[in-house]
């Protein structure tokens, strides 16, 4: 059984940055794809990227793309979000996700495909 945990949220000011950790248990985790998403009180969960296991591969929401940033350290089965330029709209529980496999982006971008999640980290952006 695989356990993830996020850490690093907080509260920023608007065009500050945040790096959030996504910590699993479980040396097969560092093949995991692994996926973030948020979710803003009374609104949808939201994807906002995917790394690949080899941390070779990432894709992102168009929402984010250019403000944050994946990567991974599998020697310590951690995977990062790094997020700079942040906005008010930014402000959202943040979620990390894992996956056994790669996919296209339409599947990695949906929430239900995945396979374990982490308990999610507060953000807020003020203004």
């Known amino acids: 059984q695989v356990q993830l945990v996020e850490s690093g949220g907080g509260l920023v000011q608007a065009g500050g940055s945040l790096r959030l950790a996504c910590a699993a248990s479980?040396?097969?985790?560092?093949?995991?794809?692994v996926g973030w998403f948020r979710q803003a009180p009374g609104k949808e969960r939201e994807f906002i990227g995917a790394?690949?296991?080899?941390?070779?591969?990432?894709i992102y929401a168009d929402s984010v793309q250019g403000r944050f940033t994946l990567s991974r350290d599998n020697a310590k089965i951690t995977v990062y979000l790094q997020m700079v330029s942040l906005k008010p709209e930014d402000t959202a529980v943040y979620y990390c996700a894992g996956r056994q496999y790669w996919a296209t982006f339409s599947r990695l971008r949906t929430g239900d495909l995945y396979e374990y999640w982490g308990q999610g980290t507060q953000v807020t952006v003020s203004s």
């Open positions: 479980g040396r097969t985790f560092t093949t995991y794809t």
């Open positions: 790394i690949s296991g080899s941390g070779g591969s990432a």
